[in-house]
Structures are given as C-alpha cells and as structure tokens.
C-alpha cells in the first residue's frame, strides 16, 4: 500500500482571538499547495481515500489535492490526525481501509515527522515542511508495518528523486 503523508500547507499564524483548530490557509499557502497538488498529479498518484485531521488547515489543504486530482471520493475526516497521527492511530485508519491501494493522510507536526521517523526505522524524528509530501510503501502485517521511502515532494512542489537527500530533508528541516 502506497501511503502519502502531507502536513497542511502555510496557516494563518496562532493568536490568541482564534482557536487553533480554526486557523485557515493563507493565500500563499493555497498558491504553494496548488503546486505540490499539480505536481502529485502529474506523477500520477490515484488515491482510493484522501483522510484529513479536522483542523480547518488541513482540510482545506485535502480539498485543495481532492479537486486538482479530480477525486471522486469523498474527503474523509478522523479526529485521530488532530495531532498526527500516532502509530497506533495510523495502525487503525489502514486497517481499516486494507484493499486500499493508495492512501493521503493530511495531517500535522510534530505527530506526522514522529511517525514517519518511526516508519522508516531511523534514530531521529523526522520534520515535515509545511505544504510537503513524504510517500512511504507500506506493508500491513500482524507483526507490525514494515515502511520503505518512496518520494519526497517539497512544499514548494519538488520532487526529490534521491532516497538519501530525501532522508537528509526529512531529518534536518
């Protein structure tokens, strides 16, 4: 199973007047996704579910990829990617969705980095840019999930085609 993690593009910044869960994108936010979202697909990614954190800057950010892939689903939400998600978290929403070939999970930092880092094995958490994809290949399996590092795409709509600079963006942003 492909899965592409995306943290939310650029939001308002946090105030004190507005909740976080409702900070929105900025217009630059909405510009740089559109790029990444053209950019996932031309390479041609055909998720079966677009998943979604119900914070309002990531699902306009899933709405944001939903229509420029021409998704005929519906963008589903789980409150379990509120703040990442987490292994177990993540454990469930694939597993539940197993004949899934490709999956988007559209979520936030630091909970997206920390699981991807688990993922992939390596001694340090990992650091989604906002606006940026991390596509992993994933296998379920009773023992736990196996992960390899498929593509990275930057929030700036590059594609980064060598795993190990890829693992050098992901450890070092």
């Known amino acids: 199973m492909k899965v592409h993690f995306i943290r939310h593009a650029q939001a308002i910044e946090r105030s004190t007047e507005l909740p976080d869960e409702y900070r929105n994108l900025t217009c630059r936010g909405r510009k740089r996704f559109r790029q990444v979202a053209a950019r996932l697909k031309k390479i041609g990614i055909d998720p079966d579910y677009i998943i979604t954190s119900p914070k309002v800057r990531a699902v306009q950010t899933a709405e944001i990829l939903a229509e420029t892939l021409g998704f005929s689903g519906e963008v589903q939400v789980s409150a379990d990617l509120a703040a990442g ?15 899934a070939s490709e999956i988007v999970v559209v979520g936030h930092e630091p909970g997206l980095g920390e ?7 390596v001694s340090t958490s990992c650091c989604l ?4 994809v991390v596509t992993l290949d994933l296998s379920l399996r009773q ?11 930057t929030g700036g709509g590059k594609a980064v085609g060598k795993s190990s600079e890829a693992m050098e963006r992901l450890q070092g942003e």
């Open 129 to 132: 840019a906002k606006g940026s």
């Open 85 to 99: 998600p987490d292994l177990a978290a993540l454990r469930n929403l694939l597993g539940t969705r197993k004949t």
């Open 115 to 121: 699981t991807v880092g688990e993922l992939l094995k």
């Open 143 to 153: 023992s736990g999930i196996t992960a390899e590092l498929a593509g990275l795409i």
